[in-house]
Structure formats: structure tokens, C-alpha cells
């Protein structure tokens, strides 16, 4: 069982923290105390929150929640009237916080722009008169397919100032995705742009999107920003360059005062099973939820820079700039690659930047790894103070080396998990509790999560399925079109329940942690195994740096495990180091599990924001055919992934 471990300057971090200083306010004398009453008292707790926070409102809500419909409808601070832009920059401007940086930008060829909050308030509200010159109105959906750059959250700012719905689109999608989501959400104006630089290379992205638009007839006007100002194909009736669009627009727009429950936000998941969903958001609950995580969970003060390595089409994007700009910090946005062209691309960023809060997913702490200590080491990163990840579970390995070799023990690691319908974190740790190593620490603030066994009874020290039993602010407010299946999806194996997909655990000490995706779990000869507990067996080998688990069709068993592995640099692919690795596992985890096969492989699938794609390794380990590899930022690897089979 791992240590619970205190980083370098534990007491003050807690002394100074954002949720001592709530805790204070509401006379709560323990972290554990203010949790469970939290849980047990949800309108007492949102509504604190939404106070201590000075959240904004125009309107004040009656009532806090409303259930009248089921809790899986459940509506929140009923009769208020609000608006996220107000909250993240609108009320800002007659504050200090108006020459304040909010959001720092940098190029992958080195270019910088850093905008105030006043250049911020000015320019989303020269994009919010311009939407409304093209025809655009409160409940009309505009799409947003562009990079990491400064313009992308000014379009979100402005989208949601005028009343409008944000669809945001991952920069990294193909036409055919790019369509399905321009369609379902029946969109009617795109913000995008002509390219942008990835590892050296240029991203065609107007080329994309008229691609794209070739199969969305419903898109009546396309708003393309000059990234790289390079020749590419014009629709003289219906494109129009960003510098146009806003040309002439005043600087100062009205903000529009709407019902809570308004939505803001239609964000679809990545398809992992069956065609994509459009999660819908709300103004009220989301930005209450985001502003609180980022005030508890990763403890954003005034003087903070965040930098959460992701793209505005996950959760995490809209998540930092919401939260981010709510609470009155500084955002920095990078638009390539975290290795590019050498591989302390990122650390030289913090160093530069003075970066003090930096999310960042397990693959790609595995990745640094792979490249070696001597990049970290050569770079100043005495300003980060706070390690942030999400996406999915860790590994002890890549763990230990983050919070020490890159932290120097000195930087927590807030491991959260939520996802795009949640809108937010299940489960997180808190900067005033000690570390336990990959533990997602427990439920977040508000949450009333559990793990249930197959009978719905919870269960400890054994995995389970991770539950939620009462309604929280940002949940989805069902799929966009569809409200059998958001109820089909969430809401139909328990009554009142949630159940999110996630095989979950509490330890001993009432540590919590993810073992990954239910439909990844394997079960061999009755017995479910996480993927990610083969998966960490296998890195803690000197010679693997990346492993991939997964189930396949057995006579005997029901399911057999085989593994993939990348092997660190100068490591070999050998019998010998197979027969290894397969007794590894064996010992660690039980005969019943030893690995049918081990294959090695150059690289793994994966997305942009670095989670590995099992469901591509099984399918191509199958021989199925893989009919949308839109969401794999590498597709070289399903090359390599062949070559192994």
C-alpha cells in the first residue's frame, strides 16, 4: 500500500488555501467535515460556493434546486438571471483586474501575444456585434473549429454574451467528424481558421472545414482568422476573414441577462462507443461548478498562470478558460506540440512563462520520460507550484518521477476525473490533504459519489462501479436532441443513479481510485481486471515506457489479456524480455491473468490531449475494420500497431 506523502511546504499551502479560507467563512472546522456536510447538504454547499466565489448575478436565483421533474432533470439556482462572459470578463473591467494579463499565448514558432482583461472585453465584444450583424441569435448554435490561439476563446466569450451556443470542435478532427457535429447541432456560422503549426508541419484547417461544409449545407457563414496568413480557398458568399467580421465594431456590446438554465454549450464526446453525444451546458451550473474546482481543487489565486495542456473541442478547454477567467487568473494557451522541436518545448514554456499551475495527462508524463531527465533539469521551474491531470489512470512510475524529479516534491498533483457530460470532476484531490500516489485523493466538494457493487450496495477495497446519487450543477442537461438516450446512457441501471462508466476503488484510508472504462474492462474467468492495473504492472519494467491492455475473445476464459509495449530507447524486442514481461504480470496480479500474448510496438495510439485509444488496439489486434480515426493525433501507429500483430 503506497505512503500518504506531505510536499515541501504542506502547511502553508493548506494555511493559504482558497477552501481553508471557505472553510473559515462557513465555520467548518475539518476538510473531512466541510466534505461530508457538502454531500449531505448540496443547496447548502452551492449555494455558499456561488457566494464565497462572487459569482454575479443579475437576477437573484429563488431557489437553489429544483427536482420536480427527476434528478436526472434536476435544474439549478431556478429564477436567477446570469451570464458566463459577465462573470469572466464583463465584471472585471472596473476592478484592478483591468490592465491584469488574462490570457498569455504562445506559437509553436516561438510568436507571443499576451491580452489583457480590457483587450479581452474589447475584442469579445467587437466578435459579439459582428455575430449579431450576420443574423445570429440567443438559442442559434455557432461552431468553433480552430486552434489553441487567443481568438478561440474570445469566440466562446462572445458566443455565449449574445446568448448564443457554443459547439466546440477538436482541432484535430477530419471533415467527416467536423460534419456530424456541424449538423447534429445544426449550426449556422463557423469560426475557424486557415491552419496553424503541429510539430513543424502546417494543419490545413480551412481546407478541413470546406470539406466539412461540403456535407453541412446548414452553415451559412464561415469566419476564418489569418493563423498563418497563407493562401486558401475562398467562398466570396459565404467566408469572411476574421479582421473583416469585426472591422468597425464597437468595443463596448451589451451582454445579455438570461435564465440560469440557458444553454451555453453543446460539447460531444469522442465517440468511444456508438455515434458521438452532444452534452448540453447551462450558463448557471457550469460556470458555478467551474469556478469552484478551480478555486478548491487546483487553489487559482490572483498571481497564478494556468496552463492546462489540452483543446478547447475536450472538456478541459472551455473548463480553464471558464473557471479560469471566473475566478480573475491568468490562462495560457500553446497551439502545437509539447516536444517541438526539441523535447523541453514544455518545460522551457514554464520556465519562460513562469508558469504556476500545469495540467498534464499521465501518457504524456510517460512520454517526457522516455526523452530523459537532463530536459526538465536544464530549466528553471521554480514557479510551478501546482501539478494538475485528468483523462485517465496513472501509473506509479511516471507518478513518482513527475512529483519528483519535475516537482522536486515541492508540487501536489491534483488528479481529477470527471468528463464532457459531468461538465466537471467526480473526484479530485484537494491541495490540503496529503498525496497518496495515482489516487484521485476522493469525491469532489458537492459530489455525492460512491462505488457500487453488481447489487448496487457500495463496496471498499474491492472495484466497483463509480456512481453518483444526487444531482450536481453542471451535469449535462441530457444529449442535444436525444433524451432517451442521455436517460438510456446514465440513468436507466439504478433508479436515480448515475452511473458514469468508470470501475472505481477506495483503499484502506479512504483513498479513491480509477481503474478505467467499464467497456475496457476485462473479465477472465469471471474475474474483471482494469486495464490499467496490467498497464502499471508492465511500465514498473526498466524497459517499457508505454503499455495498452486488452481483452479479446477466449474458449477457455471468456476474455484473454494481451499487451502492447514501447520499449524505452536501446531496449531490444527479444523472446527472452517477452517471457519477462508475461511472468510479470503472472506474479503480480495472479495466474489467472498472465498475458496470452505480448506484442512490442513503436507507438501506441493516441488523442491530441494524450490518452491511449485501447478501443483501436482491439479493433486492429481483431482485424476489425476502424471506420473513424478522426480522434488519433498519431496515425502512424496504427501502422506500427500492424507491424507488431
Same mark, same amino acid.
Given at each position: 500500500m503506497a505512503k500518504r506523502l506531505h510536499w515541501k511546504g504542506f502547511e502553508q499551502t493548506v494555511e493559504n488555501s482558497n477552501v481553508v479560507a471557505f472553510m473559515r467563512a462557513q465555520k467548518v472546522k475539518s476538510f473531512d467535515s466541510l466534505l461530508q456536510r457538502s454531500q449531505d447538504d448540496i443547496e447548502w454547499f452551492w449555494n455558499a460556493a456561488n457566494k464565497f466565489l462572487g459569482i454575479e448575478w443579475y437576477t437573484p436565483y429563488k431557489q437553489v434546486l429544483r427536482t420536480g421533474k427527476g434528478i436526472e432533470w434536476a435544474?439549478?439556482?431556478?429564477?436567477?438571471?446570469?451570464?458566463?462572459?459577465?462573470?469572466?470578463?464583463?465584471?472585471?473591467?472596473?476592478?484592478?483586474?483591468?490592465?491584469?494579463?488574462?490570457?498569455?499565448?504562445?506559437?509553436?514558432?516561438?510568436?507571443?501575444?499576451?491580452?489583457?482583461?480590457?483587450?479581452?472585453?474589447?475584442?469579445?465584444?467587437?466578435?459579439?456585434?459582428?455575430?449579431?450583424?450576420?443574423?445570429?441569435?440567443?438559442?442559434?448554435? &455557432?461552431?468553433?473549429?480552430?486552434?489553441?490561439?487567443?481568438?478561440?476563446? +474570445? /469566440?466562446?466569450?462572445?458566443?455565449? !454574451?449574445?446568448?448564443? =451556443?457554443?459547439?466546440?470542435?477538436?482541432?484535430?478532427?477530419?471533415?467527416?467528424?467536423?460534419?456530424?457535429?456541424?449538423?447534429?447541432?445544426?449550426?449556422?456560422?463557423?469560426?475557424?481558421?486557415?491552419?496553424?503549426?503541429?510539430?513543424?508541419?502546417?494543419?490545413?484547417?480551412?481546407?478541413?472545414?470546406?470539406?466539412?461544409?461540403?456535407?453541412?449545407?446548414?452553415?451559412?457563414?464561415?469566419?476564418?482568422?489569418?493563423?498563418?496568413?497563407?493562401?486558401?480557398?475562398?467562398?466570396?458568399?459565404?467566408?469572411?476573414?476574421?479582421?473583416?467580421?469585426?472591422?468597425?465594431?464597437?468595443?463596448?456590446?451589451?451582454?445579455?441577462?438570461?435564465?440560469?438554465?440557458?444553454?451555453?454549450?453543446?460539447?460531444?464526446?469522442?465517440?468511444?462507443?456508438?455515434?458521438?453525444?452532444?452534452?448540453?451546458? &447551462?450558463?448557471?451550473?457550469?460556470?458555478?461548478?467551474?469556478?469552484?474546482? +478551480? /478555486?478548491?481543487?487546483?487553489?487559482? !489565486?490572483?498571481?497564478? =498562470?494556468?496552463?492546462?495542456?489540452?483543446?478547447?473541442?475536450?472538456i478541459m478547454g472551455p473548463w480553464e478558460v471558464v473557471g479560469g477567467l471566473a475566478m480573475g487568473g491568468t490562462l495560457f494557451f500553446y497551439e502545437g506540440a509539447p516536444d517541438w522541436p526539441k523535447p523541453d518545448r514544455l518545460w522551457e514554456m514554464v520556465e519562460r512563462h513562469r508558469i504556476t499551475i500545469l495540467g498534464i495527462s499521465p501518457t504524456a508524463v510517460r512520454a517526457f520520460m522516455r526523452n530523459g531527465n537532463q530536459w526538465p533539469d536544464a530549466h528553471d521551474l521554480t514557479s510551478l507550484r501546482m501539478f494538475g491531470s485528468t483523462g485517465e489512470p496513472w501509473n506509479p512510475v511516471p507518478w513518482k518521477w513527475l512529483y519528483e524529479q519535475v516537482g522536486k516534491r515541492r508540487c501536489p498533483i491534483i488528479n481529477l476525473s470527471g468528463g464532457t457530460e459531468i461538465g466537471a470532476c467526480f473526484l479530485s484531490v484537494h491541495p490540503v490533504k496529503p498525496l497518496k500516489p495515482c489516487s484521485l485523493g476522493g469525491p469532489s466538494l458537492g459530489m455525492d459519489v460512491d462505488v457500487f457493487d453488481d447489487r448496487a450496495k457500495p463496496v471498499r477495497g474491492a472495484v466497483g462501479e463509480l456512481v453518483c446519487k444526487k444531482p450536481w450543477p453542471s451535469m449535462t442537461r441530457g444529449i442535444w436532441h436525444d433524451p432517451q438516450r442521455y436517460k438510456e446512457t446514465y440513468w436507466n441501471r439504478w433508479p436515480q443513479v448515475w452511473v458514469h462508466g468508470d470501475w472505481a476503488s477506495v483503499d484502506k484510508d479512504g483513498y479513491w481510485f480509477l481503474h478505467g472504462r467499464s467497456d475496457d474492462t476485462i473479465k477472465i474467468a469471471g474475474k474483471r481486471v482494469g486495464p490499467a492495473e496490467v498497464e502499471s504492472v508492465l511500465v514498473s519494467h526498466e524497459a517499457v515506457t508505454e503499455a495498452a491492455a486488452i481483452g479479446v475473445p477466449d474458449a477457455l476464459k471468456g476474455e484473454a489479456l494481451v499487451c502492447f509495449v514501447v520499449l524505452k530507447p536501446h531496449y531490444a524486442p527479444t523472446e527472452p524480455l517477452r517471457t519477462e514481461l508475461v511472468q510479470l504480470v503472472a506474479s503480480a496480479l495472479g495466474k489467472s491473468t498472465t498475458p496470452k500474448t505480448i506484442k512490442f510496438t513503436d507507438e501506441l495510439p493516441k488523442t491530441r490531449n494524450a490518452k491511449i485509444l485501447r478501443r483501436f488496439v482491439k479493433s486492429a489486434f481483431l482485424g476489425q475494420a476502424i471506420a473513424d480515426t478522426s480522434s488519433v493525433e498519431n496515425l502512424s501507429s496504427l501502422e506500427s500497431i500492424a507491424q507488431a500483430l
Open positions: 435544474q439549478w439556482f431556478a429564477g436567477g438571471r446570469i451570464n458566463i462572459t459577465h462573470n469572466c470578463v464583463d465584471k472585471h473591467i472596473n476592478t484592478y483586474r483591468r490592465h491584469k494579463l488574462a490570457l498569455i499565448w504562445e506559437g509553436e514558432n516561438h510568436e507571443v501575444r499576451k491580452l489583457t482583461y480590457l483587450d479581452l472585453y474589447r475584442e469579445v465584444n467587437r466578435v459579439a456585434e459582428g455575430l449579431k450583424n450576420a443574423g445570429i441569435k440567443k438559442g442559434d448554435a &455557432v461552431g468553433v473549429y480552430m486552434p489553441m490561439i487567443p481568438e478561440t476563446a +474570445i /469566440a466562446l466569450l462572445a458566443i455565449a !454574451k449574445i446568448g448564443a =451556443i457554443f459547439i466546440p470542435v477538436f482541432s484535430g478532427y477530419g471533415p467527416e467528424a467536423i460534419a456530424s457535429r456541424l449538423n447534429d447541432a445544426s449550426v449556422k456560422l463557423l469560426f475557424t481558421a486557415d491552419g496553424f503549426y503541429r510539430k513543424g508541419a502546417v494543419v490545413e484547417m480551412k481546407k478541413n472545414a470546406d470539406a466539412a461544409l461540403r456535407m453541412s449545407p446548414g452553415v451559412r457563414r464561415v469566419v476564418v482568422f489569418k493563423r498563418l496568413n497563407t493562401e486558401v480557398p475562398w467562398n466570396d458568399t459565404r467566408d469572411i476573414d476574421w479582421e473583416s467580421f469585426v472591422r468597425d465594431n464597437p468595443v463596448i456590446s451589451p451582454t445579455e441577462k438570461l435564465p440560469s438554465e440557458t444553454p451555453w454549450m453543446v460539447i460531444y464526446t469522442s465517440g468511444t462507443t456508438g455515434r458521438p453525444k452532444g452534452a448540453v451546458h &447551462v450558463h448557471g451550473g457550469f460556470l458555478v461548478k467551474q469556478a469552484e474546482e +478551480i /478555486a478548491f481543487q487546483t487553489d487559482m !489565486k490572483d498571481q497564478d =498562470i494556468l496552463f492546462w495542456f489540452t483543446d478547447m473541442g475536450w
